[in-house]
T-cell receptor, first 113, second 112 residues
Framework: GENVEQHPSTLSVQEGDSAVIKCTYS??????FPWYKQELGKRPQLIID?????GEKKDQRIAVTLNKTAKHFSLHITETQPEDSAVYFC????????????FGAGTRLFVKA | NAGVTQTPKFQVLKTGQSMTLQCAQD?????MYWYRQDPGMGLRLIYY???????DKGEVPNGYNVSRLNKREFSLRLESAAPSQTSVYFC???????????FGEGSRLTVL
């Protein structure tokens, strides 16, 4: 089955710096790669996603890149702000097998003011 | 719209007791999922239902059972709770195909 690895587990940056979180997946059939943000005590919420027919997607300060050959995808947050502090999860899903979504272990991002 | 609603929000059980977590969605979504969240381990898929009438095992199904009661409702049952099942449980739903998951607020379960 699918396995998603995520690094780093903890990331601390200064306000205004960039943050990068990297994930790898194992199943080449995966074709949908979402990123979720979870604030303390809250439910995970989608912040950006990318499908396998696209190499990069950007939405204001966040961007995601996908390398299908290497089975890598990454989240980039520019000009970080204290409100970006949260746990971020990458995930992988596919069009077969009931569309189940498998998550990475998460990255706790701290943005220091 | 309420989205995805889970009950109860908090529950304390003794080892060996049983309980059912209820989940309902009002978005007319086809697929529903149960995840557990433990510190440092992310969200792990317990069971999922791709459509009404079907259920399948996820990554960590042992000790759990599920029922897709109808298109709206997907329940998770612990027949004989164990301390290892202490966790936060999230129900989620999505529309056709792989896409955004909409999560409930979570249910915090403690097994003593």
């Amino acid at each position: 089955g699918e396995n998603v690895e995520q690094h780093p587990s903890t990331l601390s940056v200064q306000e205004g710096d960039s943050a990068v979180i990297k994930c790898t997946y194992s199943d080449s059939a995966s074709n949908y790669f979402p990123w979720y943000k979870q604030e303390l005590g809250k439910r995970p919420q989608l912040i950006i996603d990318i499908r396998s027919n696209v190499g990069e997607k950007k939405d204001q300060r966040i961007a995601v890149t996908l390398n299908k050959t290497a089975k890598h995808f990454s989240l980039h947050i520019t000009e970080t702000q204290p409100e970006d502090s949260a746990v971020y999860f990458c995930a992988a899903s596919m069009s077969t097998g009931g569309f189940k979504t498998i998550f990475g272990a998460g990255t706790r991002l701290f943005v220091k003011a | 719209n309420a989205g995805v609603t889970q009950t109860p929000k908090f529950q304390v059980l003794k080892t060996g007791q049983s309980m059912t977590l209820q989940c309902a969605q009002d978005m007319n979504h086809n697929s529903m999922y149960w995840y557990r969240q433990d510190p440092g381990m992310g969200l792990r898929l317990i069971y999922y239902s791709a459509s009404e009438g079907t259920t399948d095992k996820g990554e960590v199904p042992n000790g759990y059972n599920v029922s897709r009661l109808n298109k709206r409702e997907f329940s998770l049952r612990l027949e004989s709770a164990a301390p290892s099942q202490t966790s936060v449980y999230f129900c989620a739903s999505s529309n056709r195909g792989p896409g955004e998951l909409f999560f409930g607020e979570g249910s915090r379960l403690t097994v003593l």
